[in-house]
């Protein structure tokens, strides 16, 4: 039986029902963790996967996955505005007498500081809806990721599609295509600071030295808009990669090609960076033209 046979939306819940926790936010992307969870827990397996760093996270799949897999090492990291290098966070759990799971999570800044890890000491990182939130510097956190993955580390991704069949219909009726960009005055904006298509996705992680091995998208909050696609195929545009959340794992090759990416950054980086970019331009456009997508298939753990 393969996990996704045994791995639902409601085996998810039973484990996160174990603790005492606010779960709204899990329950609407229950079916985005139940994809990310089948296709995490066969790498593990396949590749015998040790130790594992969870950026930006609640620390849910820590408490799901060590369901599955206890021995596995998962060092989780968020950022608070405390001076603390670490800090615990507690799931009570509900069972009367239970002991609570503690979890030791690193605080730090993935745009900012350098991550405090060894290079070559993760086996895989975990980026889960984490990319879209950044808004300075996103190439950073790519290249600290690369650096402290062993060779042939793996880096899993999600973040929602900026080019998703959900996106372009809100653009055709007169709305921003973007997944969540409402602001908050109560709390510190946690809102999307820039969406990526699956084609912006694999030119920022070859800049940043990986190669994607799986990609694929799925809508995993509403169902889109079929008459969106007649209008793509009238159109003669592609079709493929328009679900909702874009899914990726990506192998470390070798080291960030490029810093300051003029596809991402503004013009005001270092002018060494700049003629270098423009040499690596006229040689990635041979292969990463958007086209190309029409004809690539991946295949990949899902």
């Known amino acids: 039986m393969e996990y996704s046979d045994k791995i ?16 709204k936010y899990f329950i609407r992307h229950l079916e985005r963790i139940r994809l990310t969870v089948i296709l995490v827990l066969k790498i593990i397996r396949e590749r015998g996967i040790k130790k594992i760093l969870d950026l930006g996270t609640y620390g849910e799949f820590y408490l799901i996955l060590k369901e ?8 989780c990291c968020n950022y608070w505005q405390e001076k603390i290098a670490k800090k615990f966070v ?3 759990k509900k069972k009367t007498g239970s002991k609570p799971v503690s979890v030791e999570f690193f605080n730090f800044n993935i745009e900012t500081d350098r991550f405090p ?7 895989m990182v975990f980026c889960f809806e984490v990319l879209e939130h950044l ?13 402290i993955l062993r ?3 793996l880096l899993a991704l999600t973040t929602p599609n900026s080019a998703s069949l959900r996106c372009i219909d809100a653009v055709l009726n007169g709305f921003t295509g973007s997944v969540y960009n409402k602001f ?40 889109p808009n079929k008459n969106i696609l007649r209008i793509l195929r009238l159109l003669n545009k592609p079709i493929n990669h328009r679900g909702e959340d874009t899914f990726i794992v990506a192998k470390k090759v070798t080291k960030r090609i490029e810093r300051f990416p003029l596809e991402f950054y503004e013009q005001d980086c270092p002018p060494s960076y700049k003629r270098v970019q423009l040499k690596v331009n006229q040689f990635l456009n041979l292969y990463l033209k958007p086209k190309f997508f029409k004809i690539r298939h991946y295949n990949g753990y899902l």
């Open 90 to 92: 507690y799931f009570n």
């Open 68 to 75: 599955f897999y206890p021995d596995v090492e998962i060092i």
């Open 184 to 223: 908050n005055i109560n709390l510190t904006s946690d809102r999307h600071n820039r969406e990526y298509s699956t084609y912006e996705l694999e030119l920022l992680l070859k800049y940043s030295g990986f190669s994607v091995k799986t990609l694929f998208t799925k809508d995993v909050w509403d169902k």
């Open 117 to 123: 890890f060894e290079k070559n000491s993760f086996d």
């Open 8 to 23: 639902t939306e409601e085996k998810i819940l039973s484990i996160l029902n174990k603790y005492d926790f606010d779960k």
């Open 135 to 147: 808004g300075r510097d996103p190439m950073h956190m790519l290249i600290e990721a690369n650096r």
């Open 151 to 153: 060779k042939e580390g």
